[in-house]
């Protein structure tokens, strides 16, 4: 995590008794947040595969909830107006102290005019955070039209025309049609 962003951040767990635990990587999510409900105490798991930059984002974003949660308990939506807010105003201070590089930072600001539910609902702002990884990911959206490649699930799809943010793509295997995201990680290119 970018060093200007431990203190802060480090203080908000401290106070609020966060269980914070840092997993294996998991394909369906980057970050979660259970309230004490489930566990008797805040908890946060936050996948370990991430680069400084998405992992602060990660954190930030579901410690929002947990700040949501200790103002409404359930009374609001997950990513609603409420969590919006938290999560912006968590974030300002830190994105103020300039803990990001200028792309990140240029990125974080558009997503925050109206944050989604997951920055992987952002492709911007995944692109970007994507580039900080030590291995950058090829991402679909870099792929040819027609060209073959594999996910990390082990499937290996033929790309075609693209439908409003994903492509209309081939299953080699079965001949089935998928919507693919254009910001899916590639595994490789057969």
Known sequence: MPAV??????DCIVENKVYLKICKPRASKLGDYRSPVF???HAITINNNLNQYAFAVT????????????IHK?????HGAEWKKQFIDLSKPIMDANAFPNDVHAALNKYFQNPAASTCADPHLLKVLNKYDKEPSLLVDQVALGELFELENGRIFKKGEKRRTRYLC???????????S????IKNLP
């Not at 974003?61 to 949501?68: F, G, S, T, V």
């Not at 254009?182 to 990680?185: D, F, L, M, P, Q």
């Open 39 to 41: 566990y008797g105490k």
């Open 59 to 70: 954190l930030l974003h579901e410690m929002a909830h947990m700040l949501c949660y200790n």
């Open 74 to 78: 359930h009374q609001v939506k997950p």
């Open 5 to 10: 962003a431990v203190k802060p951040i480090a």
């Open 182 to 185: 254009g910001v899916a990680k």
């Open 170 to 180: 081939t299953c080699q295997k079965t001949n089935r049609l998928y919507l693919v």
